[in-house]
């Protein structure tokens, strides 16, 4: 046995071509080793990950990847296709060239932030297309540390957060069960992916979801424009 010490040394290669989502495809099944799966999600496309050189993945997306995702599904190979990314953007952009299941979005929409309620929401809705929805915590700063967007968190967003918790402590309510509760009151999102890292971490994610959380409670934050109006809460 050889080990390696550090990093495992392989270089990313992003390919969202028709042979580069095929080869994806059949390297999940082995790595998985399985027959087939459900959803089948082409990740981290968009400007967030790729900035400039994402008008030449996204070209790629629109003339290959799409049609060897929509042929997978409709050969049966996966139930469902979408992407898994982090910004409303690129899922507004793909919606214009073809049809899609569901969206795995991350972050966007939190006790922080609401963006996609401008545009992607009532999109989503009117195609039909779902969110599984990821990263409830925006990287962590809802559940008591200090990161936003996997950096260190803006001094606007520190200070919502501590006027969140100080509603939520009135009400007797960790203010982590509201945020993994939250983007469930929206009809579009279907699921809710906390991301916990251990055993630990998931059982006390079980714990906040099973807290009861008063309508008030909601209630205040709209009132004290904590949330956007718009926001579903029941």
């Known amino acids: 046995m050889i080990t390696l010490g550090g990093r495992i040394p392989f270089h990313p290669v992003y390919d969202y071509s028709y042979d580069g989502i095929m080869r994806a495809y059949e390297d999940s099944l082995h790595r998985l080793g399985l027959d087939r799966i459900d959803i089948l999600l082409a990740h981290d496309i968009g400007t967030f990950q790729h900035g400039v050189e994402n008008k030449r993945h996204f070209r790629c997306l629109e003339t290959g990847g799409y049609k ?10 996966v139930q469902a296709i979408g992407l898994g990314v982090n910004e409303n953007e690129i899922c507004l952009d793909a919606l214009g060239i073809g049809n899609w299941d569901v969206f795995l979005l991350a972050g966007r929409y939190t006790l922080l932030e609401k963006t996609p309620l401008d545009l992607l929401f ?10 599984i929805y990821g990263g409830p915590f925006n990287s962590s700063i809802l559940v008591g540390r200090d990161m ?46 906390p991301d916990p890292r251990t055993k630990i971490e998931l059982n006390q994610i079980l714990e906040w979801f099973q807290i009861k959380i008063p309508s008030e409670f909601w209630e205040e934050l709209k009132a004290k424009n904590l949330l956007d109006q718009r926001a579903y809460i029941s």
């Open 148 to 193: 936003w967007n996997y950096v260190s968190a803006p001094r606007h967003l520190v200070k919502k957060v501590n006027e969140l918790s100080r509603v939520a402590k009135n009400y007797k309510i960790p203010l982590p069960a509201a945020a993994v509760q939250f983007p469930l009151f929206n009809p579009v999102i279907t699921s809710v992916i």
């Open 68 to 77: 060897a995702m929509d042929e997978l599904r409709k050969n049966g190979n």
């Open 122 to 131: 009532p999109a989503c809705q009117s195609t039909g297309t779902s969110i």
